[in-house]
């Protein structure tokens, strides 16, 4: 879980008051970055990630090994091109990639656990914030982000309506709905049920409640897919075998794939942050910190939004993302909709889903080229 | 660019606000935009058309003009333009109802069942009318509500609605039509531009 020498970090000294009534102070934002600022600082696309993402958005991560979350999106003349502009992507507060979370130490040195404060998306975007006086950026050309990350750009924008020319939420939400809510719960309640979790207060990766966190991760899973997507890619196949064993292994490849899902998502993730991360995406609701108008959330920005949904994403279904359509055209706003064609669910941003890839580089190429 | 679109964006002012429903692959769009400094907006219920507009940099919302226009707040445009679609409606009465609620002002356009080719191919060949503006076979036209020059001129004046201007268009003839020469124009012209107000 820890490559400290592969991870940047900003120790944020200003102190920010989390909406919990906490305030945090002197603490690590973990970042990278693709592609270089022009000298105009006019280039700059700040990445959200979603719950089990983090700041290694392309390439090969350095913790995992394996290719970035959004390979397919960000990279040398991919949708998000880095030869062209410059990505900055955070691991969120709360997370365990390097930002300040739950495995860190207290100021006694004791590990928070539980004890870390609860944190909210306005949090984290208001923690992110900072980067942009690292680098010196006035103005962003664009945020994007999908699931927890468009939650993120939404709050982002609403935070701080004149520092990003385009805004680009993907399959998400303004206000997390109870069926997500529900989700979510599920997987904590098979964290917190793991007799390792100890109230949070597990100190090794040795003895972590990675069977309830894989528990999560597995059902979390299911809903990132479609139904369609499963039973073409799985159908009843059988897992290497001729027939049913009558007993409990896994006979059917989509529980072998699950299983396989579960245990490598614990190699790379913490459980407290798990349980963090999740609750700031349920106290999510963008609408009620504006006494119910989601229209006044966005009616400080001239930002040009585009945002995108999926017409198998049942998470986070198309209805949801026209809301905000809806609520940025009663305000009259600069707002572009696309619903895409794809049969692999919610996680169609995350994939190779070519209409989705060329309607984002169309957006931004071109809004660009109005610069 | 098609000479109905021509005569379209010669209604229009420079720098106004303006929302085209079914803008299809945005040709008319982009040429405001670039033409005449419009902030222009679409709405487009092919997903295939939507990307097209987004691909020539149009701000393009995927939608239904019978369900997505009531999200517009009243007058929220200087003009709304609907390109020969209204007759494809289920219920083009409440479609113009909204275009006239979303818009100052709106540009109707509507191929007319009353063009003497039209007339004719019923008449002597006794099959539904097949003509440049009215291209599909009776059982794939998405037309479900055919009407003239005529009816929709009566029509829009039963429901008090003021029309500014109302053109005729055959081939690259423009003419204005008026109570007195109604009869010949919903004859003669294969298309009537509407420019409306309530």
Same mark, same amino acid.
């Given at each position: ?20 009534? @906490? ?226 292994? *896994? ?28 609750? *700031? ?17 966005? @009616? ?21 993302? @026209? ?35 060329? *309607? ?12 | ?83 020969? /679609? ?46 440049? /503006? ?6 794939? /036209? ?5 009407? /003239? ?50």
């Amino acid at each position: 879980m820890n490559t400290e020498k592969n991870i940047k970090t900003l120790i944020v000294n200003k102190p920010l008051k989390l909406d919990c009534g @906490k305030t945090i102070k002197d603490f690590p934002i973990a970042y990278e970055t693709y592609g270089s600022l022009n000298s105009k600082k006019d280039n700059a696309i700040l990445v959200f990630h979603a719950l089990t993402g983090d700041q290694f958005v392309t390439g090969i991560n350095p913790a995992t090994n394996k290719e970035g979350w959004w390979s397919y999106a960000v990279g040398p003349d991919k949708a998000i091109d880095t030869n062209k502009y410059f990505v900055i992507c955070s691991n969120v507060i709360g997370g365990c990639m390097g930002s300040y979370g739950p495995s860190h130490k207290d100021p006694n040195q004791k590990i928070f656990g539980t004890n870390f404060p609860v944190i909210t998306i306005n949090d984290m975007v208001n923690a992110q914030y900072n980067l942009l006086d690292h680098f010196g950026i006035d103005k962003l050309f664009s945020i994007t982000g999908g699931s927890m990350g468009g939650m993120q750009v939404l709050q982002f924008i609403s935070n701080f309506p004149d520092k990003s020319k385009t805004v680009i939420p993907i399959a998400t939400t303004s206000s997390h709905s109870a069926q997500n809510i529900a989700f979510n719960e599920l997987g904590r309640q098979a964290i917190t049920a793991d007799s390792n979790w100890k109230d949070g207060n597990y100190t090794s990766n040795e003895t972590n409640p990675g069977k309830g966190l894989a528990v999560a991760r597995m059902a979390a899973h299911i809903t990132y897919l479609s139904k369609k997507g499963l039973q073409e890619k799985f159908g009843r196949k059988l897992q290497e075998r001729e027939d049913l064993k009558f007993g409990f292994d *896994a006979d059917f490849q989509i529980e072998s794939y699950l299983r396989y899902q579960g245990s490598v998502f614990v190699d790379r993730f913490d459980a407290n942050s798990y349980l963090y991360i999740t609750r *700031a995406m349920d106290y999510f609701d963008l609408a009620k910190q504006f006494n119910g108008n989601l229209s006044e959330a966005f @009616k400080n920005t001239n930002a040009k939004f585009f945002i995108i949904s999926f017409t198998s994403d049942w998470l986070y279904p198309t209805q949801e993302n @026209k809301d905000i359509v809806i609520a940025l055209n009663s305000i009259g706003a600069d707002v572009g909709f696309v619903e895409i064609e794809s049969d692999k669910g919610h996680d169609s941003f995350l994939l190779d889903v070519p209409d989705f890839l060329s *309607a984002l580089k169309n957006f931004l190429d071109k809004s660009y080229e109005e610069n | 660019m098609k000479n109905e679109f021509q005569v379209i964006a010669d209604l229009i002012e420079k720098d106004k606000k303006v929302l085209d429903v079914g803008c299809a692959d945005g040709t008319l769009m982009k040429f405001l935009k670039d033409n005449k400094n419009i902030n222009i907006r679409g709405l487009e219920i092919s997903k295939e058309r939507v990307q097209e507009c987004i691909a020539k940099g149009l701000t393009v919302i995927e939608g239904n003009a019978e369900k997505d226009l009531k999200q517009f707040p009243d007058k929220s445009f200087d003009y709304v333009i609907l390109s020969q /679609t209204l007759q494809a409606f289920l219920n083009p009465e409440l479609v113009l109802d909204e275009l006239l609620r979303v818009g100052k002002k709106a540009i109707v356009t509507i191929p007319n069942f009353g063009y003497w080719k039209v007339r004719f191919h019923l008449l002597f060949k006794g099959t539904m009318p097949i003509t440049k /503006t009215l291209p599909d076979e009776w059982y794939n /036209t998405p037309n479900l509500h055919m009407c /003239t020059i005529k009816d929709f001129f009566h029509f829009v004046k039963s429901k008090d609605i003021r029309i500014f201007k109302s053109l005729a268009l055959s081939n690259l003839n423009k003419s204005t039509i008026n109570q007195s020469n109604l009869g010949v124009k919903n004859l003669f012209a294969d298309l009537g531009i509407f420019l409306i107000e309530k």
